[in-house]
């Protein structure tokens, strides 16, 4: 909890500071009065200090910003359509504009013909872009959304549709040389929270980007290669895989046009897998060209996913087991073949192995236990990750309090108890202290 003390509070305890100094020093040391007076102003002003401190904690998730994504339909929408309709009043040209909208997005869908009023019938609702109402005039960009149990069944791709893993989303923006995610509200991050994906065989798991998501997700998080690092983060959203679509906007001159190029990577890796270029004639044409972009974007990761190349890294989603797995089939490979310098041992004659009995060995308790490490860099939170989920019987780690310069947390499922995973951290050279429910791990 932060306690944050406005300006002229912090003002005030500056000057009972130096009045209660200056009372102590002329009339001497005898009077306890004055004394507990100093030292009252003195603690006040050390209150008033690390409130400041704690304000600058807070300040780093605190703000606008976080954008909150649009729920995906499985209704059929057609976006950027363009009317300019003149009728005796303002109200009949937009009327008149939303059909003539209604229309035209029908043609697009490859609709059959057949009249306005059971096109009109289909439409689950209109989505205003822009738009301006006159007198006698209506100008506006219009989206148009069908429902799909009325129109399914003329327009739409039937049967089987293949879907992608899910897939996390780091809209990076390059602008005035300065790359962000979340940390404010930028363009590229609202056209990818407006993007309506539910006509896409890619499965979109857009953050909002407030709170804590904008330190975990930033643009350094991209050119990050650890295994262990990224699933920590992709366990937190639930998903498998990332996809990095990079942004870069360079503006001729302020309020002049606009120069974007767009690149669409994936992976841990940052895998590339193409690029576009659009332009903008001004900041108004800004949004509509983003919204253009995040379309050809998710063509580029459609076409991915029909080539077989957007698929999850196995790194990321296998678990320990099956890495052990193959790091032996690998490590068998890799042996020296032939020659008698690994001679298989004699088996033990029959008689002198005794029959198997069953037991029944009890199985320990399987208990949920927060362990602090500190965590300068991520070298650091790979090494604890990585010690703790080396330990025999540990069936789950992940951080739920992560502090690169400080002291992060993890959660760890761990047969035996704490007692057990303390033990055997011991035996691997960490230090371990217990208390307050909680282990604490140093080197």
Not at 199 to 209: E, T
Not at 241 to 251: F, G, I, K, S
Not at 263 to 290: C, H, I, K, V, W
């Amino acid at each position: 909890m932060a306690i944050a003390f406005s300006h002229n509070i912090r003002r005030v305890a500056g000057k009972g500071l130096t009045w209660g100094l200056a009372l102590t020093r002329s009339r001497g040391s005898g009077d306890g009065s004055v004394r507990r007076m100093a030292l009252m102003a003195g603690g006040a002003a050390i209150l008033a200090a690390g409130a400041v401190g704690g304000y600058r904690l807070v300040a780093q998730v605190e703000g606008d910003r976080g954008i909150a994504p649009l729920a995906n339909s499985e209704d059929i929408q057609v976006n950027g359509i363009k009317v300019d309709v003149t009728a005796k009043t303002g109200a009949d040209a937009r009327l008149e504009g939303w059909k003539q909208a209604e229309k035209e997005a029908w043609k697009k869908l490859g609709g059959p013909d057949m009249p306005v009023e059971s096109i009109d019938a289909m439409v689950s609702s209109v989505v205003i872009g822009q738009e301006q109402v006159g007198p006698r005039r209506y100008i506006a960009t219009l989206g148009v959304i069908f429902s799909k149990a009325r129109a399914g069944q003329y327009v739409g791709a039937g049967g089987a549709t293949i879907r992608s893993a899910p897939m996390l989303v780091l809209p990076v923006l390059y602008s005035g040389g300065v790359q962000q995610v979340f940390e404010v509200r930028g363009p590229w991050q609202r056209a990818w929270a407006e993007f309506q994906a539910s006509q896409s065989p890619i499965d979109y798991v857009r953050p909002v980007g407030a709170g804590g998501e904008s330190l975990i997700l930033t643009a350094g998080q991209a050119s990050r290669r650890s295994r262990l690092w990224w699933r920590n983060v992709l366990n937190q959203f639930d998903a498998a895989d990332v996809l990095v679509p990079y942004a870069r906007l360079e503006r001729q001159w302020p309020g002049g046009p606009i120069h974007g190029t767009f690149t669409a990577r994936y992976g841990p890796d940052n895998t590339f897998l193409g690029t576009f270029e659009l332009d903008a004639a001004s900041e108004q044409e800004l949004p509509a060209m983003l919204d253009k972009a995040v379309q050809r974007m998710d063509g580029l990761y459609r076409d991915a996913l029909s080539g077989g190349e957007l698929r999850p890294d196995a790194t990321l989603t296998t678990s320990g087991q099956v890495l052990d797995r193959a790091f032996a089939e690998l490590r068998q490979k890799l042996m020296p073949k032939g020659g008698e310098a690994f001679a298989p041992l004699p088996l033990p004659s029959q008689t002198e192995t005794p029959a198997a009995v069953p037991s029944l060995v009890p199985t320990a308790p399987v208990e949920t236990v927060s362990v602090q490490f500190a965590s300068p860099d991520a070298a650091a939170v790979d090494a604890a990750l990585a010690a703790v989920r080396g330990v025999p019987g540990v069936r789950g780690a992940a951080t739920v309090s992560l502090a690169v310069g400080g002291t992060s947390v993890m959660r760890v499922t761990v047969e035996g108890g704490g007692e057990r995973l303390a033990s055997a951290l011991r035996g691997q050279g960490w230090k371990v202290t217990s208390g307050g429910g909680a282990l604490r791990i140093t080197r």
